[in-house]
């Protein structure tokens, strides 16, 4: 059971590139979720999604696009990336919606925009 | 609207001494209190947990209670461990359930 799995670890991009950073779990839960962590700051909500083919949107979801096609997998997609996204990027996932739910979490993407 | 503030750090202890880590919540409605505990170049992990007013979660000798009528979930430790070195998340889920505020982590340093 590896829980969640995020890759890559680390990414440099140029400005304007574009990348996908991948999610898995694998424990059948419907709940995926998408943090950013700046320096010095908490973890601010991207995106989420409650079930294959379900998403919306989080706290700051502008430069960013999520799919959900399986249970297991969510990818997060920077389209032209921005000196502005660079930051460390949790996956998360959670059996059901309730808030005494826990997260899960998976050991971050280190990704700096140059 | 929903928020957490928590204790600025670093903070850096003495093995075996006390330690507290101040959180403070806004939020609308009754949320969940959550304490996440993030050790180098690893994601987050849930510490301990706490649902309604007045509960206590408590794991691996840390404890906080749930206070509604301070809006606080103040984490302790008796006698902390060089293992404990690492930053701490208070966080929220609201009523809702859907998304969790987190407060801006507090990065302790225990030294032997």
């Known amino acids: 059971n590896a829980g969640v799995t995020q890759t890559p670890k680390f990414r440099i991009l140029k400005i304007g590139q574009s990348m996908t950073l991948q999610c898995a779990q694998d424990?059948?839960?419907?709940?995926m979720y998408w943090y950013r962590q700046d320096p010095g700051m908490g973890l601010k909500l991207i995106y989420y999604?409650?079930?294959?083919?379900?998403?919306d949107k989080g706290e700051v979801p502008n430069g960013y696009n999520v799919s959900r096609s399986t249970t297991e997998d969510f990818p997060l997609r920077l389209e032209l990336a921005a000196p502005s996204q660079t930051s460390v990027y949790f996956c998360?996932?959670?059996?059901?919606?309730?808030?005494?739910?826990?997260?899960?979490f998976g050991p971050g993407t280190r990704l700096t925009v140059l | 609207g929903n928020s957490v503030t928590q204790m600025e750090g670093p903070v850096t202890l003495s093995e075996e001494a006390f330690l507290t880590i101040n959180c403070t919540y806004t939020?609308?409605?009754?949320?969940?209190l959550f304490w996440y505990v993030q050790y180098p170049g690893e994601g987050l992990q849930l510490l301990l947990k706490?649902?309604?007013?007045?509960d206590k979660g408590s794991n691996k000798g840390f404890e906080a209670t749930y206070r509604k009528e301070t809006t606080s979930f103040h984490l302790e430790k008796g006698s902390v461990q060089v293992s404990d070195s690492a930053v701490y998340f208070c966080?929220?889920?609201?009523?809702?359930?859907?998304?969790?505020?987190f407060g801006t982590g507090t990065s302790l340093t225990v030294i032997p």
């Open positions: 999604s409650v079930g294959a083919g379900i998403t």
């Open positions: 966080a929220l889920s609201e009523a809702t359930g859907n998304q969790f505020y």
């Open positions: 939020a609308t409605g009754y949320p969940s």
């Open positions: 998360a996932s959670s059996r059901a919606v309730e808030s005494t739910d826990t997260q899960y």
């Open positions: 424990m059948n839960h419907n709940y």
């Open positions: 706490a649902t309604k007013a007045d």
